[in-house]
């Protein structure tokens, strides 16, 4: 899906690049409901056969001075390098190191990165992300943590990271070999379809606090807005509209809350047509 096609208001985007959290929420709930209301047939049959990409994991590239830790949450479950030494990774001189996944922990609050070669990398963040890498990097790849109050450009020209490099988590590393192609045998049955998100803008309006210029007094106390969610809650079999319009009200007033939230998305998937 190309963002810029859609006609996403500015002020939907938490930066340059990325939606903010509600939005990013509404257009799972549009893109989950377009989903759902299409009849799929497996594919099957298909092969690849030669593939220029490969991955080292965490586990690949763990020793006795860099262990293994796990994080994992509602949506994902990573297992990651606690990269403390230098290493050196062995590569044939046709490989190039493309990407880098890591984690950042917003617990710690120190700053992360790492030294690739001859390249200083900064982790921005919080959170798990997979990012290229900005420069040329082929053969033998020697990695080293980043450490000590430095001033460190982050990855893919997202601004720069300084204060105290105290940590790096690493969880995988993407190869690309210049030598070799794709070659695929393509699936039997396979279909192509066109997903409409097209109640997504409206959605996201609605749930979405900056875009939203009401005059509900945010200070509302915790006990008022739990009446308002059984409130809604009691309208879910009489009026769902009207449960929905009341918890995307609860919405903007707790929009981490994750009963909402479900709640919100039950009520997406029961308005089907």
Not at 158 to 187: A, M, Q, W
Not at 194 to 221: G, L, P, Y
Not at 227 to 256: G, T
Request: hydrophobic share 35%.
């Amino acid at each position: 899906m190309d963002l810029n096609k859609e006609e996403i208001p500015r002020n939907f985007f938490k930066d340059h690049i990325h939606l903010n959290h509600n939005v990013s929420y509404a257009l799972g709930l549009s893109l989950r409901k377009a989903l759902s209301e299409i009849n799929w047939e497996k594919p099957y049959g298909g092969t690849c056969n030669s593939n220029p990409f490969s991955i080292l994991t965490a586990k690949d590239i763990a020793n006795t001075d860099n262990g293994l830790s796990n994080f994992s949450n509602s949506l994902i479950s990573l297992t990651f390098l606690k990269f403390q030494k230098t290493i050196t990774l062995q590569r044939n001189e046709n490989d190039s190191l493309i990407c880098i996944g890591y984690l950042s922990d917003k617990r710690i609050s120190g700053r992360s990165g790492v030294t690739i070669n001859e390249y200083e990398y900064a982790f921005s963040g919080p959170g798990y992300y997979m990012e290229t890498i900005d420069n040329e990097i082929k053969g033998n790849v020697t990695l080293s943590p980043i450490s000590g109050h430095k001033t460190v450009p982050n990855l893919m020209g997202r601004g720069i990271s300084k204060g105290n490099f105290n940590y790096c988590y690493i969880s995988e590393l993407v190869f690309y070999n210049h030598n070799t192609n794709i070659d695929v045998t393509p699936s039997i049955k396979k279909e192509n379809r066109k997903i409409q998100v097209n109640d997504f803008i409206s959605i996201a309006r609605r749930i979405n606090t900056k875009d939203h210029n009401s005059n509900i007094d945010m200070q509302i106390s915790p006990k008022s807005l739990d009446k308002l969610i059984d409130i809604a809650v009691s309208f879910e079999k009489e009026d769902l509209k009207l449960a929905k319009n009341l918890m995307y009200m609860a919405n903007l007033l707790r929009p981490n809350g994750t009963v909402i939230k479900k709640k919100l998305l039950q009520y997406e998937n029961n308005d089907k047509p």
